[in-house]
């Protein structure tokens, strides 16, 4: 039985691809984003980020593939989408001569049931330039209130690009409230953003894109845990001969120098007898081991390793 389009995720799309000319912007792409929780895409500067919230968006578009939103066809239904998603546009559209609140009221206008436009002025910090025409706004300003615009409505669904590029901490800190408060209301947020600790601090799901293709998705927990089985990090008092202590360990460990000074990363199976080798081997050469831990990947190495040069197949990671 087809989902309707009340109980569909927020938004499902499989195989997706689009080609402009030469270049296949998105290839065989699949997202699925549940109602009530905030998706972050993830992917270096043309991986397809874009196209595909603009396609989801209805914007454009694809070549293959399906991309239902709410449940709908985003260029088909799109006169039934546009009222129940928020869009951020970017520029003042055409109105720039228009103040912040006067544009606010705007959109506030068009929608059935919209949030009252002096509390979201005041939730984003504009109250101060409500009067101040669009185009003397501060990038920073222009930004919050395109947000503030895309959630007049009261949407169901809220794409987001990049919300906060160019804010500074404390205007990050209110939209970084907001987008969870929304999250709280059941609205469901697609969000891109090239902040790994936005996506970290926001997003249920991070779905890391790299030419056009996922390649891992799950929770922060997910990405960054999955692999810490396999990655030791030791600290000594004094250098080591990581050759002699990889010969120690046997096959399929690696001992390498780390970044900071006698810090080195040892890779291969971590487990208990590992430990107690590492700390005999140090205590048989005398050198005092200061740190033995079990190393935690940052997102920001997880998403270096997965889309730097040379990755090869997706990897699936707590789907
Ligand atoms: N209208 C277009 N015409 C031609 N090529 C395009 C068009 N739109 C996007 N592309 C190309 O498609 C690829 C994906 O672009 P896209 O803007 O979706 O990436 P992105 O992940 O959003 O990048 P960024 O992080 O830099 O914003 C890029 O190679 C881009 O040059």
């Known amino acids: 039985m087809n989902p309707t389009p009340e109980t ?31 998706l972050a895409l993830l992917g270096p500067n043309g991986a397809g980020k874009t196209t595909t919230v603009e396609i989801c968006e209805g914007f454009q578009r694809p070549d293959a593939g399906q991309v239902r939103v709410l449940g709908l066809d985003p260029i088909a239904d799109n006169d039934q989408l546009r009222s129940r998603i928020g869009v951020m546009l970017q520029g003042g559209g055409a109105y720039p001569g228009a103040k912040a609140a006067e544009m606010l009221r705007l959109c506030a ?12 002025l005041q939730v984003l910090g504009l109250t101060d330039c409500a009067g101040t025409p669009y185009r003397r706004l501060s ?56 902040l790994l600790d936005e996506a970290e601090a926001l997003a249920d799901q991070i779905v890391i894109i790299d030419h056009g293709r996922v390649v891992a998705s799950g929770t922060a927990a997910d990405l960054t845990g999955g692999r810490t089985q396999d990655r030791l990090r030791l600290v000594t008092a004094a250098p080591i001969d990581t050759a002699a202590l990889a ?7 690696r001992c390498e ?63």
Request: contains cysteine; glycine residues 10%; proline residues 6%.
């Open 257 to 319: 120098p780390g970044v900071s000074a006698q810090s080195y990363h040892i890779t291969g199976p971590v487990n208990p007898h590992l430990v107690a080798k590492i700390a005999a081997w140090c205590r048989d050469r005398d050198v005092l081991a200061t740190e033995i831990s079990v190393a935690q990947q940052s997102l920001e190495e997880v998403f270096l390793s997965l889309t730097g040069a040379g990755f090869g197949e997706p990897a699936e990671v707590g789907r």
């Open 109 to 120: 206008a068009y929608c059935a049931d919209p949030i009252d436009p002096e509390w979201l």
């Open 139 to 194: 990038g920073g300003q222009q930004q919050r209130l395109a947000l503030a615009c895309a959630l007049v409505g009261r949407p169901e669904l809220v794409f987001l690009d990049e919300p906060t590029a160019g804010l500074d901490a404390h205007a990050r800190i209110l939209v970084w409230e907001l987008i969870d408060r929304l999250r709280r209301d059941g609205v469901a947020v697609l969000l891109t953003t090239h």
């Open 8 to 38: 569909s995720p927020a938004v499902a799309v499989t195989g997706l691809v689009k080609r402009f000319g030469p270049v296949t912007a998105v290839d065989g792409l699949d997202l699925r984003l549940e109602r009530g929780s905030i």
């Open 247 to 253: 010969a120690e360990l046997g096959t399929g460990h």
